[in-house]
């Protein structure tokens, strides 16, 4: 059985940082290619970054380039987003997906940036 969890989610300052995980089971997680997904409180979802499934390749939303970074860690079935100068338009719950057709999703961990 497919299982993502995400973890890492918090209510933070604005310019502040975070660090999400997502732990992966139920599958070879090195052969596929994960992504993170955001979605704002009335907001439809919002592809945020995604990760080759060997770590080479990596892209971004426009608005999070420079201040967000994904990385995974094959060994530890670890999806990784380290997050930087956060705003309050960052606020939403954080999705892993997995694969290029999003076939699998997590249940998603809290981010809210407020002073």
């Known amino acids: 059985e497919v299982q993502l969890v995400e973890s890492g989610g918090d209510l933070v300052q604005p310019g502040g940082s975070l660090r999400l995980s997502c732990a992966a089971s139920?599958?070879?997680?090195?052969?596929?290619?994960m992504n993170w997904v955001r979605q704002a409180p009335g907001k439809g979802l919002e592809w945020v970054s995604v990760?080759?499934?060997?770590?080479?390749?990596?892209s971004y939303l426009e608005s999070v380039k420079g201040r967000f970074t994904i990385s995974r860690d094959n060994a530890k079935n670890t999806l990784i987003l380290e997050m930087n100068s956060l705003k309050p338009e960052d606020t939403a719950v954080y999705f892993c997906?997995?694969?290029?057709?999003?076939?699998?999703w997590g249940q998603g961990t809290q981010v809210t940036v407020s002073s």
């Open positions: 139920g599958f070879i997680f090195s052969n596929y290619g």
């Open positions: 990760i080759n499934s060997d770590g080479s390749g990596t």
């Open positions: 997906a997995k694969s290029r057709f999003f076939d699998y």
